[in-house]
Structures are given as structure tokens and as C-alpha cells.
């Protein structure tokens, strides 16, 4: 069965450190997200990306953050300047036509954790 | 503001027992999803419902619109169905807003 992979599982870094977060959603869907969760906090939105531009982002995903899909499977986040409190699980997510039609897949996360 | 709120947060149950949890959101959702969180974080889709009732296996989703509100039953609970069960909403775009989840935990 298809499914939505992320790289690395643990990524650990300095603050001020730039990461990236690797995705790679399922071959036919064409949305894309990236959701966080911080320990112990409910799972919150932070960008949508259709037709290789972002279709709506929140409040969290300032200049700070940034998404891509370089190549036409990998979809990235990158944190260009990470801090303290982006330390948190990164779920990527994917969905064949407009969530609200649609189930989103999940990947496994990517548990972030700036030192 | 588009909100979902959950309840209870945490519930302990015995084995065998049916279970429901509950679901409700503010005006405006169009589609609202059942969410299953693995104790290793990871997140599996149960169900996406934008009326009535979904079954699936041992789970049954419902949504009455009228009142806003969903319930996730599980009959016949098993201790493999313990995990932190979740509800998000989509509110007229396609991320999703969610619930603060409800930790389950099902005792042999």
C-alpha cells in the first residue's frame, strides 16, 4: 500500500542551525502539508503547496520557514534559523484532491530537537 | 474562529467495553476527519465523513450537522486499541484544524 515517507526520523541541532526536513508523499496526490506538534500540544497546521506554490500557510510559517519540491517526489520543509521552540514532531501529509473532498495520508514525522 | 474541541481527554476502559468519544466544532466545517496517533507519534486516517455515519470494522464515525457534533464508537474494545484519537475539521480550505485528541487506553 502506498505511502507518505519522511527523512530523517530524529533530527537533533544547534539553534541557529539550518535544517531541512525531507517528504516524500505519494506518487498521484497533488497536495501537500506540513503540520507540527509539539510535546504535549495538539497538531497544528503550517502550510499547504499545490501546483508548486503554497496555497495557505499560518501564522507559525513566517520568513523563517520555507517549502520546495525540487524534484517532483521529495517535498521539503526547511527552518532557515532554527530556535529552541521549534523543537517538535514535523509531520508531512498528502492528499489526492482537496482535503475537504479527501483523506490526508500521514507520514511517520520527523522529531525535531534544537539544542 | 474555527475550533474543535474534544471530550473526554483521557478514558480508561476494560476490555470488551464499547467506547465513544466525542467530537464538537464551530460553524462552517465541510468535512471533518477521525484521526488515529500511535504512541511512536505516528498519525493514521480513520475516517473523513461530511454526514451520517462511516463503519469500519469495529469503528463507527457519526456527525450530526445540526448540532455540530461527531462521535467515534469502537465496540468491543482491545487493548491494540489504545492510542491518542483525534478530530480535525476542514473549514472550508483544505488544512485542517484539530483537537486536542483523547488518550485511550483499553485494560486487559
Known amino acids: 500500500e502506498p505511502e507518505v515517507t519522511q527523512t530523517p526520523s530524529h533530527q537533533v541541532t544547534q539553534m541557529g542551525q539550518e535544517v531541512i526536513l525531507r517528504c516524500v508523499p505519494i506518487?498521484?496526490?497533488?497536495?501537500f502539508y506540513w503540520y507540527r506538534q509539539i510535546l504535549g500540544q495538539k497538531v497544528e497546521f503550517l502550510v499547504s503547496?499545490?501546483?508548486?506554490?503554497?496555497?495557505?500557510k499560518s501564522e507559525i510559517f513566517d520568513d523563517q520557514f520555507s517549502v520546495e519540491r525540487p524534484d517532483g517526489s521529495n517535498f521539503t520543509l526547511k527552518i532557515r534559523s532554527t530556535k529552541l521552540e521549534d523543537s517538535a514532531m514535523y509531520f508531512c501529509?498528502?492528499?489526492?484532491?482537496?482535503?475537504?473532498?479527501?483523506?490526508?495520508?500521514f507520514g511517520p514525522g520527523t522529531r525535531l530537537t534544537v539544542l | 474562529k474555527n475550533e474543535v474541541e474534544q471530550s473526554p481527554q483521557n478514558l480508561t476502559a476494560q476490555e470488551g467495553e464499547f467506547i465513544t468519544i466525542n467530537c464538537s466544532y464551530s460553524?462552517?466545517?465541510?468535512?471533518l476527519h477521525w484521526l488515529q496517533q500511535h504512541p511512536g507519534g505516528g498519525i493514521v486516517s480513520l475516517f473523513m465523513?461530511?454526514?451520517g455515519k462511516k463503519k469500519h470494522g469495529r469503528l463507527i464515525a457519526t456527525i450530526n450537522i445540526q448540532e455540530k457534533h461527531s462521535s467515534l464508537h469502537i465496540t468491543a474494545s482491545h487493548p491494540r486499541d489504545s492510542a491518542v484519537y483525534i478530530c480535525?475539521?476542514?473549514?472550508?480550505?483544505?488544512?485542517?484544524?484539530f483537537g486536542t485528541g483523547t488518550r485511550l487506553t483499553i485494560i486487559p
Open positions: 460553524v462552517g466545517i465541510s468535512a
Open positions: 506518487s498521484n496526490h497533488l497536495y
Open positions: 503547496f499545490y501546483n508548486n506554490e503554497i496555497s495557505e
Open positions: 501529509a498528502s492528499s489526492e484532491l482537496e482535503s475537504s473532498y479527501n483523506e490526508q495520508f
Open positions: 480535525a475539521g476542514n473549514f472550508g480550505n483544505e488544512k485542517l484544524t
Open positions: 465523513l461530511s454526514s
